[in-house]
């Protein structure tokens, strides 16, 4: 089975804080994708990777940055933290383009 | 803008078979259906896809329209466990992106 692992469940911050969510995959998936969740509005795509140094923004990146060093591991940056930022981050892989998105059970992000 | 409309929510007995419904009436010939749910406090959890065939799998069977202007997700023998949000989108052929609207909640009871 797929196994998609993001590295807190929940998490704290205070605004202006950087911070790094970081999640691995382990089935050699070349697609890498970040979402975040939020009541009324449904999953809406931050970034997402195709291949390692490689990103593409989605519909939300504002405020956000993305890094891909290596094929297994896709890691989200927020800059400078706002309380806007509160949400349910997710973290999901694919093998290509149309095949089926594995998530995580994701980082529930608070900022105070 | 949503392309695909699901009742809000659906009650289903244990044991009976959730037909769960979409409408994706503007979809396009490249572009696939997708069934996801999402039990609470996890992320989602992929079930089924098709492009214009039925398809079956050791979770779900999903049934799509001749039109392909809609589809049914079957999940044949409900169990207290499949409570949960059901999510149906539909995906270009190429896609990355992955929309998701509000979805079905299905509640099976006992």
């Known amino acids: 089975d797929v196994k998609v692992t993001q590295s807190s469940r929940y998490l704290v911050k205070r605004t202006g804080e950087k911070v790094f969510l970081e999640c691995v995959q382990d089935m050699d998936h070349e697609n890498m994708f970040w979402y975040r969740q939020d009541p009324g509005l449904g999953l809406r795509l931050i970034y997402f990777?195709?291949?390692?140094?490689?990103?593409e923004k989605g519909d939300i990146p504002e405020g956000y940055s993305v890094s891909r060093e290596k094929k297994e591991r896709f890691s989200l940056i927020l800059e400078s933290a706002s309380t806007n930022q509160t949400s349910m981050y997710l973290c999901?892989?694919?093998?290509?383009?149309?095949?089926?998105?594995?998530f995580g059970d994701g980082t529930r992000l608070s900022i105070l | 803008d949503a392309k695909t409309t699901q009742p809000p929510s659906m009650d289903c007995a244990e044991g009976r078979a959730a037909n769960l419904p979409c409408n994706h009436s503007t979809i396009s010939g490249n572009e696939y259906v997708y069934w996801y749910r999402q039990i609470h406090s996890q992320g989602p959890q992929y079930i089924i896809h098709g492009l214009k065939n039925n398809e079956t799998n050791e979770m779900a069977s999903l049934i799509i329209t001749e039109d392909r202007k809609s589809s049914t997700l079957i999940l044949p023998h409900a169990t207290l466990r499949d409570t949960a949000v059901y999510y149906c989108?539909?995906?270009?052929?190429?896609?990355?992106?992955?929309?998701f609207g509000p979805g079905t909640r299905l509640s099976v009871l006992p």
């Open positions: 999901a892989s694919s093998f290509r383009g149309n095949q089926p998105q594995h």
């Open positions: 990777s195709y291949d390692v140094k490689m990103k």
């Open positions: 989108i539909v995906v270009y052929f190429y896609g990355q992106n992955f929309v």
